[in-house]
């Protein structure tokens, strides 16, 4: 792959200092002067700048890949730094297409980042796909997985996978000539709700590290051309019992994009994984909300409410309400009988996501005087009660 | 006949906590119904409510996807390993 693309466009030659930089490489008879002229010449896509991206961003400019394109929409947040180590102290706030840059570039101004303050989308994938050698998918989400996968089999450029949850991360390539894609694993993706995301079910801050590094390595083995790299192979990591095994995957002949490739265009992502379009367009039943202001006046006033915190039993410690009884979402079902239908239930979570699913449940059950705490207890603390600890 | 199922962790707390466990069947879906029978949290995880394979979890049955080898139609022999992935999104 690199020498098809290499093959097109000139090495650049390398600086008198770019030797020196570069000089563990050059002594690697599988790197040497051509490959490190290799990364340098190579144009890689990175499509985040988050847990996994940090480590890639920061490995691949260490490694002298010479142009990174960075599509990252996002903000840096507090809560990014326990794993997302592109990003300091100082960048909370700031997009993180400009914190990203400027660590790239302290760590090695001979790399062009071109960052793209977008959402990588089906309007601008292909084209963004198509300027590049490969793309690294660092997204946090299906729809966008989707969305890089078909757009790398489309234009014909490998796509280097990971992904991570809690303790358990997965990484591959795919979109080869010759191998799989990521919808031959999957297919389809599971209905919203049914994984949680990282910001509701949590990670392992240093797993990112580790995937996103197997995914660096596969990058650079690709550029080079050497090894064997994770094509038709999943790599399975598991932080907890710290095992690492492969599995196989195969070429699905059915596949719709690379296989029996009636996938001609991009599609509606949102739409593929089921995303609510916006409130009210989707299958899920509107839930009304309350306005942390008002659930506090309400309390105040001795409203005997019942207020349920449909947290996991462990976030307790972390933070809590007063007066409020626990229904994990996990087992919320089993809970419902617990409920008065003559009371107003109001339900609440960390950021209102879990509580709005629970507050569906009690509709489906029959329940009208039921609310779901706008914001959780993230708006709580913004809006009534700032000792009340985000997180 | 017993088959070693490796779950993932996140499942496994829907499984007594434990991510490696015996079941026994003739197919893939056999032994996946022998431990959803024991762990009932476990099913709707596993498979849809008409007991068919979901696309977004996929079965190895000694590291070979269990899809190309007829799904929960494949085979399996006392001492294989059965994995289960289900798809995760995070990054």
Excluded at chain 1, 102 to 126: C, F, M, Q
Excluded at chain 1, 266 to 271: E, G, I, M, N
Aim: hydrophobic share 40%.
């Amino acid at each position: 792959m690199a020498a098809e693309n290499g093959s097109a466009r000139p090495l650049p030659e390398l600086s008198g200092d770019e030797y020196l930089r570069y000089g563990r490489h050059l002594l690697l008879p599988e790197v040497g002067l051509e490959g490190q002229r290799r990364l340098k010449g190579a144009r890689v896509l990175m499509v985040g700048a988050g847990g996994l991206g940090s480590p890639i961003g920061l490995y691949l400019a260490a490694a002298g890949v010479g142009h990174i394109g960075l599509v990252e929409f996002d903000a840096v947040d507090e809560s990014n730094l326990q794993r997302q180590v592109l990003h300091g102290t100082k960048d909370v706030g700031r997009p993180k297409l400009d914190s990203a840059r400027d660590r790239l570039r302290d760590l090695n101004p001979k790399v062009h980042v071109e960052g793209y303050a977008a959402r990588l989308d089906r309007t601008n994938a292909l084209e963004l796909v198509k300027a590049h050698d490969l793309v690294v998918d660092g997204t946090d989400n299906f729809a966008t997985r989707y969305l890089t996968n078909d757009a790398c089999v489309l234009a014909g450029r490998p796509n280097v996978y990971g992904s991570i949850f809690r303790f358990e991360g997965q990484a591959s390539v795919f979109a080869t000539a010759e191998g799989p894609c990521y919808r031959c694993l999957y297919p389809e993706p599971p209905p919203p709700g049914l994984v949680p995301s990282c910001a509701e079910g949590g990670v392992l801050g240093v797993l990112p590290g580790l995937v996103g590094l197997v995914q660096a390595t596969e990058v650079v083995k690709l550029l080079l051309g050497v090894g064997e790299p994770l094509v038709g192979r999943l790599l399975l990591v598991d932080a907890l019992g710290m095992r690492f095994r492969t599995v196989k995957v195969r070429k699905d002949p059915r596949c719709p994009a690379c296989g029996t490739r009636e996938l001609r265009e991009l599609v509606d992502y949102d739409q593929f994984c089921g995303v609510p379009q916006a409130a009210g367009a989707g299958d899920e039943a509107p839930v009304a909300e309350i306005l942390p202001a008002e659930l506090e006046a309400r309390l105040r006033a001795g409203d005997p409410l019942d207020l349920v915190d449909v947290r996991e039993p462990h976030e307790l410690e972390i933070a809590r309400l007063p007066g409020a009884r626990l229904a994990p979402l996990s087992a919320f079902d089993a809970a419902i009988p617990t409920f008065d239908a003559g009371r107003d239930v109001v339900l609440f979570c960390k950021g209102g996501v879990r509580s709005a699913k629970a507050a569906r449940k009690l509709q489906k059950a029959g329940f009208t005087r039921v609310w779901s705490l706008a914001g959780g207890i993230t708006r709580w603390s913004d809006d009534v009660d700032p000792t009340v600890p985000k997180y | 006949m017993p088959v070693t199922v490796n779950l993932p962790a996140v499942l496994s707390r829907l499984a007594g906590g434990k991510t490696a466990h015996e079941a026994s069947g003739a197919t893939l879906g056999e032994v996946v119904a022998d431990l959803v029978a024991r762990f009932p949290d476990l099913a709707p995880r596993l498979r849809d409510a008409a007991g068919n394979p979901y696309p977004f979890v996929t079965f190895y049955v000694n590291d070979e996807d269990a899809r190309f080898a007829g799904g929960f139609g494949a085979a399996v022999r006392d001492g294989d390993e059965v994995i289960v992935v289900p798809a995760i999104a995070g990054g």
